[in-house]
C-alpha cells in the first residue's frame, strides 16, 4: 500500500512538472517573465530566487505549476496592481504573457503537451531498443522440445518454423493444437523450415499425453521479441505514441457515451484511485512494465490536455484560435467564467468516476483488468 502511493505521487509529480517544465521553457525562450517555478502546491515550504524566477518546493507533494508574469486565472492574460507596489514600466509590460502574440501564447499552451509527448516517444523507443516488443511472426516457431517426445524423435528441432501441417498452411498456435489432439496415433506430415531450407518429416501424437505436455511434445508460439535498431526506434516509437493516443481518444469517446447514456463509467476508466492501482501493479511487475505504464499515462495527460475544454490547456488554445481568426481577443470575464465553469465539470467527473472506484473497491472488483 505504502509503495503504491510513493509510486503513484512520484510518477504523477515527475510527468506534471515535465509538463510544466514545457510551458516554463518556451516562456523563457520568448522574453516572457517566469515568476515562479514550483515543485508540488501551495502552501509553500522553501523557496530560492535565481535571476527574476522564484523556484519554490510546496507541502503537497503532487506535480508543480508555472506562473506567468501578465497570465491572470483565465489564461488571457491581465496586470493586477495591488496599490503596495510599484506600477508596471513599459518594459515590464512588454514581457507579460497577455501582451505576446497570439502564436507564442499558442505554442507556450502546447508546450506542455508537447513535452509529455515526447517523454512518451522517448520511452517507448528505448523500450523497442533495449527490451523489444511482441510481433506477431509469419509462421508458428518450436520453442521448446520434449525429451523422449514424438517430436524429438522425428529430429524436429528448437527455432523450426512451421509452413504446413497436413498439406494446411497456418499461424495460429490453437490451430496446430487442434490438428495434432485430432490426429492422436496416426502419423502427420510437417513442412519445417531450418535455415532458411524447407524439410519434411512425418511424426504421430501421442495417445496417452503426459500431463503438462501436447500430443507431439513441443512448445510452440507465433510471437517473438523484435528489437529495433537505435537510429529506428524513435521513428516507430513515435508511430506507436500515436496509435496509442488515438486508443486513448476512442475510450474517451466510450466513457463519454456510457456516462451520458447508461450513468456508468467503462470497464478500464479509472480515477485518482484506479490509476494509483495500476501504478502499484506496474511497478510490482518490475522496470519495463512500469515504464510502459509512465509512457501511457504521459499520454493520456498529453490528449486530455489537449482537448477544446475550458480550464484545460486544449481550452486556453481554444481562445487563442478564436482571436487568431477573428482578430479580437475574448473578454477576460467571458473566458475566465468559461475556465471556471470547465473547471467545476472537470472535478465533478473526477469525483464521480473516483466514487466507482471505491465502489469496485469495496466490492472486491479490481478497478482496472490486471495487465
Do not use: C
Not at 514545457?22 to 515543485?39: D, N, Y
Not at 507596489?85 to 502546447?110: D, G
Not at 521479441?225 to 486508443?247: H, N
Not at 477544446?308 to 470575464?333: N, V
Amino acid at each position: 500500500m505504502i509503495l503504491t502511493v510513493v509510486a503513484f505521487v512520484v510518477i504523477l509529480s515527475i510527468l506534471v512538472l515535465i509538463h510544466e517544465l514545457g510551458h516554463f521553457l518556451f516562456a523563457k525562450r520568448f522574453g516572457i517573465r517566469v515568476e515562479e517555478f514550483g515543485f508540488g502546491f501551495p502552501p509553500r515550504v522553501f523557496g530560492k530566487k535565481i535571476g527574476e524566477t522564484l523556484y519554490s518546493i510546496n507541502l503537497l507533494p503532487v506535480g508543480g505549476f508555472v506562473k506567468l508574469y501578465g497570465e491572470d486565472p483565465a489564461g488571457g492574460g491581465n496586470i493586477r496592481q495591488t496599490g503596495h507596489e510599484p506600477p508596471a514600466t513599459s518594459q515590464q509590460l512588454k514581457r507579460a504573457f497577455y501582451a505576446r502574440p497570439a502564436w507564442q501564447r499558442a505554442t507556450i499552451v502546447l508546450a506542455g503537451v508537447i513535452m509529455n509527448f515526447i517523454l512518451a516517444v522517448v520511452l517507448i523507443s528505448y523500450l523497442f531498443s533495449a527490451h523489444g516488443v511482441a510481433v506477431p511472426t509469419e509462421n508458428i516457431k518450436i520453442v521448446e522440445i520434449v525429451k523422449n517426445s514424438p517430436a524429438a524423435a522425428a529430429d524436429i528441432q528448437k527455432g523450426d518454423e512451421v509452413i504446413t501441417i497436413d498439406g494446411e498452411r497456418i499461424n495460429e498456435t490453437e490451430d496446430f493444437a487442434k490438428i495434432a489432439k485430432d490426429a492422436a496415433g496416426q502419423p502427420i506430415w510437417l513442412v519445417l523450415e531450418r535455415d532458411g531450407k524447407e524439410f519434411k518429416v512425418t511424426v504421430t501424437p501421442r495417445t496417452k499425453v503426459p500431463q503438462g505436455q501436447g500430443p507431439i511434445g513441443v512448445a510452440i508460439s507465433n510471437i517473438e521479441v523484435k528489437k529495433y535498431p537505435w537510429y529506428s526506434a524513435p521513428f516507430f516509437g513515435t508511430i506507436e505514441a500515436f496509435k496509442f493516443s488515438f486508443m486513448i481518444l476512442q475510450g474517451l469517446s466510450e466513457m463519454v457515451i456510457n456516462l451520458v447514456i447508461y450513468g456508468k463509467t467503462p470497464v478500464g476508466v479509472a480515477g485518482p484511485v484506479g490509476v494509483a492501482q495500476l501504478t502499484g501493479q506496474a511497478v510490482s511487475y518490475g522496470l519495463v512494465a512500469t515504464l510502459w505504464f509512465v509512457s501511457l499515462l504521459s499520454l493520456n495527460l498529453a490528449v486530455v490536455n489537449v482537448l477544446p475544454i475550458p480550464a484545460l490547456d486544449g481550452g486556453r488554445l481554444f481562445f487563442i484560435m478564436i482571436e487568431l481568426t477573428t482578430g479580437k481577443k475574448i473578454s477576460a470575464r467571458y473566458e475566465a467564467m468559461a475556465h471556471a465553469i470547465g473547471l467545476a465539470m472537470l472535478l465533478a467527473l473526477i469525483l464521480f468516476i473516483t466514487f466507482f472506484d471505491i465502489v469496485r473497491v469495496l466490492s472486491g472488483q479490481s478497478i482496472i483488468p490486471r495487465m
